[in-house]
C-alpha cells in the first residue's frame, strides 16, 4: 500500500516537472514555436475549404496555393495601405507627444503633485531621488519598429509556406495518425478528436475574421463620419486588434483617444471618437459575437481570460493572439483524452453547467431529492 502511494507521488510529481519543463520550453523557443503554431492554426482553418475544392477536381496544392496566395495579398495590401501613415506618425511622434501633454496639462499637473509628493517624503527619509536615477539610452522608435516589422514579417512568411506544404498534402497527416493506432477505437477516437479540432477551430477563425471585418468596416465609416483623419487606418486597427480577446478592444480605444485629442481643438468632441470606437467594440462582442459563435465554443470566460493572460506572458501579444485557437485545441483533446473529465469539465461553458443541472433536475424524485447514482 505505501509502495503504490509513493509512487502515485511520484507520478504526480513528475507530471508538474513536465508541465513546468514544457511551459520553460515555450518560452524560450518562441521564435521557433510560433511560426510553426501559426502554419497550424491557419492550415486547419482553411484546410475544410481545401477539402471542399478538392470534390469538386480542384488539387489540393492548387488550392493551397490559391488561399495561402490571397491571404498574402491581403497582409501585403493592409501593410501597403497603412504604411505610409503609420511611418509619418513614427516620424512626428515626438511632436504629437508634446501636443498630448500640452492638452492634458491639468491632468499631468496633479500627477506632477504626486510625484514631488513622493519625492517629499524621500527627502525626509534622508535619501535624495535624483541619486538614484540611472539614464538608460534606449534605442529610437523608427529602430524599435523595424525590428517589431521585420521579425512580424519572417514569422508571417514561415507560418504561410508551412500553411501550403499542410494544405498541399491533403489527408496524408490524418491517414499516418490513424496508422499509429493499433486498435479500431483508438483509431475512431484518434480520427474523431482531429476533425473536431479542424471543425471547432475552422468555425472559430473565420467567424471571428468575418466578425472584426465587419467591425473594421464599421469603425472606419463612423470615424469618417465624425472627421477623423485617416479613418481607414483605424479600421484597419480595430479588426488586428480584436483578434486580442478583452485588450484589444481597450488599446484600440486608448490609441485612437489619444490621437483624437491632439487632432480636434474641442476636447469634448476628440472623446467622441474614442466613445464611437467603445460602442461599436461593446455591440459586438456582447451581441454579436455570442449571437454568431453560440454556444460552439463552449469555453468558459474565466478560461479563456487565463489563458489570455498565461500567453501574454509567455509570448507577448503573440502569445494573447493565438491564446484562444489553441485553448479550444486543449479542450477538444480533454473532450477525447480518458483522465482529463475534470479538465473538459473546467473550460466547459456555463450552459454546459445548467444543462446539467437541468438533466438532475429532472431525474430527481420529488420528495427525497435528486435519484441516487
Known amino acids: ?35 510553426i503554431l501559426l502554419g497550424f492554426l491557419i492550415a486547419l482553418t482553411l484546410s475544410p475549404l481545401s477539402r471542399g ?39 512626428t511622434a515626438g511632436t504629437m507627444g508634446d501636443e498630448l501633454q500640452t492638452k492634458l496639462s491639468g491632468v499631468f499637473r496633479q500627477l506632477e503633485h504626486v510625484r514631488q509628493a513622493g ?5 525626509m527619509a534622508g535619501t535624495d531621488p ?13 529602430d524599435s519598429a523595424m525590428d517589431v516589422i521585420s521579425t512580424i514579417g519572417a514569422t508571417t512568411a514561415v507560418a504561410l509556406v508551412l500553411a501550403v506544404f499542410l494544405l498541399s498534402s491533403g489527408n496524408m497527416f490524418y491517414i499516418k495518425l490513424v496508422q499509429s493506432f493499433q486498435t479500431m477505437s483508438g ?16 468555425h472559430y477563425l473565420l467567424t471571428i475574421a468575418l466578425i472584426n471585418a465587419g467591425l473594421g468596416i464599421c469603425v472606419g465609416s463612423a470615424l469618417t463620419l465624425l472627421g477623423m483623419p485617416y479613418a481607414y487606418i483605424w479600421g484597419i486597427a480595430a479588426f488586428l486588434l480584436n483578434f486580442l480577446p478583452y485588450l484589444g478592444a ?12 491632439i487632432t480636434f481643438d474641442s ?17 459586438e462582442g456582447n451581441f454579436v459575437t455570442p449571437t454568431l459563435l453560440g454556444r460552439k465554443l463552449e469555453l468558459n470566460t474565466v478560461a479563456v481570460f487565463l489563458t489570455v493572460v498565461l500567453w501574454g506572458w509567455l509570448w507577448g501579444i503573440a502569445g494573447a493572439l493565438v491564446a484562444v485557437p489553441f485553448l479550444v485545441v486543449f479542450k477538444v483533446v480533454a473532450d477525447n483524452v480518458e483522465g482529463m473529465e475534470i479538465v473538459s469539465n473546467f473550460l466547459g461553458a456555463a450552459d454546459e453547467v445548467h444543462h446539467a443541472e437541468e438533466v438532475e433536475t429532472q431525474t430527481a424524485d420529488p420528495v427525497t431529492g435528486p435519484a441516487a447514482s
Open 119 to 123: 519625492e517629499d517624503v524621500a527627502s
Open 250 to 261: 481597450i488599446t484600440g480605444v486608448l490609441m485612437v483617444g489619444a490621437l483624437s485629442i
Open 267 to 283: 476636447f469634448g468632441y476628440a472623446l467622441l471618437i474614442p466613445a464611437a470606437y467603445l460602442t461599436l467594440t461593446t455591440i
Open 1 to 35: 500500500m505505501k509502495r503504490a502511494t509513493h509512487l502515485e507521488a511520484i507520478r504526480r510529481s513528475l507530471n508538474v516537472i513536465l508541465l513546468i519543463a514544457v511551459f520553460v520550453t515555450c518560452y524560450f523557443a518562441k521564435d521557433l514555436l510560433l511560426p
Open 187 to 202: 483509431k475512431k477516437r484518434a480520427l474523431t478528436m482531429v476533425y473536431d479540432i479542424e471543425r471547432r477551430v475552422s
Open 53 to 91: 475544392l478538392a470534390r469538386i477536381g480542384i488539387p489540393h496544392w492548387a488550392s493551397a496555393v490559391v488561399l495561402i496566395g490571397m491571404i498574402a495579398v491581403a497582409v501585403g495590401a493592409v501593410i501597403y495601405f497603412a504604411s505610409g501613415t503609420i511611418v509619418g506618425w513614427m516620424d
Open 130 to 142: 535624483a541619486v538614484q536615477e540611472v539614464v538608460v539610452k534606449q534605442p529610437t522608435l523608427i
